[in-house]
C-alpha cells in the first residue's frame, strides 16, 4: 500500500501491525459521545486528548481508506465532515509517540472525546521511503531515521540539513551557512551527489549539476511534516544515484493541515528569516496551500591560509606559497626555455614563485550576504474519497558559496520546479519538471587568477602576473650583485615584486573584479551559466496477492535531460540543447510469516541508459520480530546500487584557457602524464626517437556507473519499557568509483604526435585553436575500496518532561588492499557521537544536543588536507501560548563558539543564536 496521506504518522494506521485494534478499550483511553447544544457545520467534531487529559495539538484525524482528515488544533479539538451515505465510517486517530484508535460511527457526532495513551512499543511510527510502501519504522529492513513535525520545528541550524548531523550515521557538510550536503557510510563531499535528496518524491538535483543545494531550493520548515533518511543503497527502489541512501521531505497536505502559519526570527549576523503558510480547504472536495519564505543573513567566509599539498613552497617561504582559501596565487617556475625580460637568473631555475592572490573576503567583498527565497502554491482535489489530484508549482533562489573543484560563489542559483499527480490508496501516476539558473554566480579561482591576468593599465601589453614574476627575477638579480645571500635576496625580491599587486582598495581592483564578474565568457569571465531541464514521469501500482501477507509493489520511471549552457559549461551548440535519458522498472515482493512476526522481502530494478550500460540493482532483506509487542526487530539484508555520471561527468566542455574541462562519454582519452613536462629534454628527443615517450602515456576509458555492494545486519526495538535501541552494522565494497585527472591530450581523445606536443609546449597549451591542450576529464578507478561500520543509538522516554538521547558512529576504511598512496576520497570522520536531551513541561519544550566529530582527512577537488576534531553544542526553548496560538522562540548553534570547520576549505562554522514568534491560526 503506498504512501496515501503523504503523512507518515497517519499512513501507520493503515498498517495491520498498528492498528490491530478492532475494537475500543474497555480502560482509558477511551471515547465519549455527547450532545454539542451549538450546532456547527461540521457533521464530526471532537477533542483528542491523552491518558491522563492533556490535549494532544497536531494529531490526525483521518476516514480509513480516505484522503479525508484533519489535524487537531492546540486545545486538541478538530472538525471533519463525513458521508455517511454508504453506512458506517471508522475514524482514525494518530500522534507520534501514542498508540493509534479507530472508532466506527454509525452517525455524525458533534462532540467525539478520544484519548491516546503513549506506544508500548515507544514508536507508532511509519515510513514509506525505505520500502515506497507504508510500514513500521521498527519493522523497516534497513537503517532509516525519521523526524517528525516537533522534531523539525526544533532544529535551531539556520539550514535544517545542517542539523541532521544530530542523527547517528550522518555526516554533515557546511560548506557556507545555506549550502549543507550530507552523506552516510562515507565518501562525504561538500556536494552530495551520492545520496539523493526527494521533496513528495521529487528529485531536488540541478539538472545541470546532479546535487541537491542543500535546502536553499528545497520547502520551508513550516511545511514539512516529516524527514526520512535512508542509510545505504537504495537504488533497488529509487533508480540511478541512490549509492548511499535518500532523504526524503514529506510536506503537509493541505486537507489535513489547514490554517495560517507565521515564522519570524531574527538573530546574530543580521539574520532576519521569515516564513508563512496557508492551507484552506475551499470545499470538502477542494483545497489549496501557498508557502512563502524568505531568509538572510552574513555568511560564514571561508579563511584557511596554510599551504595546499599542491603548493611547491611551504607557508612562510620567500618564494611564496599557493594558500588554500587564496586566488589568483598562481605559481611559476623560472626556466631556461623562458626567459625574462633582463634575461631570468639561472639561480632561479627550478625555482616556483606565486602570486600574492586574494583572499576569499577580498574578492567577495561586500557581497558576503546568503538568502534564500522560497514560494509554492498547490491546489489538491478529491477526485474520490481515495483518489486525489494535486498540481503544483515552486520558484526558489539563493546565494550562498558552494565547494567542488573550487569554491563558487552562487548568487541567485536556484529552480521551477513543476508537479502534476494522480494518487490513489494504491499506488500513483507523477509528472513532475525542473529547470534550473545560475543567476550571478561565479567562480573565485578562476575570478583571482583574471585579475592577475589583467593588463597593469587600459591599452597595456603587460599582465599583473607578468610585471610580478619580471620585477621578482629583477630584484633577486639585482640583490646578488649587491652581495646579499640567497635567502636575503629572495626575501627582497618578493617584498619587491609583492608592491606589484594590484590593492583591492584601488579602484582598478574594484573595475576588473565587477568586469569579470559579469563576463560568462570562460578564460575571459568568472561567471557561471547554464540553464538546463528535467522531465520524469513515474508510477506505481501496489497488489495484495494472497491475504497470508503476500503483497507486490510494481513501478517504473522515465527520466529525461535538455542540458543548456550555450556551449559555457556542457558541448551544447548554437542553442542545440543536449537530450539524455534514462529509465527504469522494479519489483518489490514482501512476504509475511510464521504470525506475522517475520517478513521477507525481495526487490529489484533494471535501469537503461543512453550513454551506459543497462543496470541491476537486487535488493533482499528479512525482518524478524520477538515480544509479546513486537518490540524486538532484528534485520538482514542484502543490496547493491549505482551511481551513474553527472551530466557535467559526462558532457562537461569548459575550456578555461589554461585548461579545457571535458566530459568522458565519447571513446575514452590518450595522452601523456604532466610529469613529462618537467623535461622539455625529453620533449626535444621524441622528435627523432618517439618510443621515449611510453612511459608517460596515459589512457582512460569511457565512463560507466559506479557501484557498491553492501550487506547489514541491525536491530530495531524496545530493550527496556522506556528505553529505545537502534543499532545496525554494515560492509560495502565499492567498484568504479569516479575521478578526475589532468593530462596533456588530444582533444578528439586521440593520443598527441610528438610534433603536437612540441608545438603546443611554447605556449603551455593554452592555444585554443589547436587540438593538442591540457585536459581535465573523468575516468573510473578499477581499484575495489572496502568499508564497514557500526551506527547505534539510544533514547531513553524517562518521561515527558525529559527524554535522554544518545548515539555514536564508526566508519573504517579497510586499507588492506590499496595501493600506498592511493586516494580513496573517504572524507569520513572514523569516531563520532552525539548526547542530547528534550522534553516539555507545561507549556515549555527545549532540545539541547552536544555533538563531537572526529578530524580526518579530507580529499576534495579543491583542496586536500586534514581537519581538526570538531564539536558544536546546539539548544532550542519554546513556550506556547495556546488559546491565541502563539509559541516563542529562541535557538542557538554552536553556542559555545568552539572550531567547527565542516569541509576542509570551508569557513569556520560560528555561534548564531535568534529569538523567533511562531503564529498558528486554524
Known sequence: MYNLYSSAAVAALLLPQLASATTLPTTPPAYVRATDPDPVEKSLAGQVLTDKGEALPGATVFIKGTFVGTSTDQQGNFRLDANFENGPVTLVFSYVGYDSREIKLETPELAINVGLSPSATLLNETVVSASRVEENILRAPVTIEKLSTRQIERISTPEILSGLGQLKGLDVSSASMLFTSVSTRGFNTAKSERVIQLVDYMDTALPSLNLSPGNLVGIPELDM???????????????????????????????????????????????????????????????????????????????????????????????????????????????????????????????????????????IDDDNRTSSYRVQGAVSYLLRDDLKLTVEAKHAEGTATYQNISRFRVKGLGSNQYRAELKSSKGFLRIYTTEDFTGSSYELNQLGTLIQGSPVSDGSTVSYAQQFYGTYNAAYSQARRAGQTVDAALATAQTAANRTQLATTDPRFVTLREQIIDDKQPGRGAQQYFNSFLHDISGQRSFRLTERGTDLTVGAAYRQYRLGSNGLLFSDREGQRIKNHEYGAYGQLTQTLLEDRLKLAFAGRVDEFKNFKAAFSPRASAVYSVGKNKQHNFRASYGRAFRS?????????????????????????QGYNLTLFNSPQLLAAAQSNPAVLQPYEYTIAPLQLEKVNTAEIGYKGAVLPNVYADVSYYRSQYQDFIGAQTFVGNTDGSRPTPQQLAAGYSTAYTNQSQPTRVLYAYYNNNQEVRTQGVTAGLTYYFRKALNLTGNYSLNVLDRSNLPEGFQTFFNTPKHKYNVGANGQVGNLSYTVNYRWVQGHLQEIPFATGSIRDYSTTDAYVGYTLPKVGTTFQAGVSNAFNVNNTQVFGGPQVGRLAYLGLRFDLQ
Open 225 to 363: 511534516e516529516s524527514i526520512e533518511i535512508i542509510h545505504g543503497p537504495a537504488s533497488a527502489l529509487y533508480g540511478s544515484n541512490a549509492l548511499s541512501g535518500v532523504i526524503l521531505f514529506n510536506s503537509k497536505d493541505p486537507f489535513v493541515y489547514e490554517g495560517l502559519s507565521v515564522r519570524l526570527r531574527g538573530g546574530e549576523r543580521n539574520l532576519l528569516d521569515g516564513q508563512v503558510r496557508y492551507a484552506k480547504k475551499l470545499t470538502e472536495k477542494l483545497a489549496i496551500k501557498i508557502n512563502a519564505s524568505a531568509f538572510r543573513a552574513n555568511d560564514w567566509i571561508a579563511d584557511n591560509m596554510e599551504a595546499t599539498r599542491s603548493s611547491a613552497n611551504p607557508q612562510g617561504s620567500a618564494l611564496g606559497y599557493n594558500a588554500v582559501n587564496r586566488y589568483g596565487d598562481n605559481g611559476y617556475t623560472f626556466n631556461q626555455q623562458q626567459q625574462l625580460p633582463g634575461g631570468t637568473s639561472p639561480e632561479l631555475y627550478g625555482k616556483t614563485a606565486y602570486l600574492p592572490g586574494f583572499s576569499e573576503r577580498d574578492l
Open 645 to 669: 555520471p553527472s551530466q557535467t561527468e559526462q558532457y562537461f566542455y569548459n575550456d578555461i584557457r589554461t585548461g579545457l574541462l571535458i566530459g568522458n562519454v565519447g571513446n575514452g582519452f
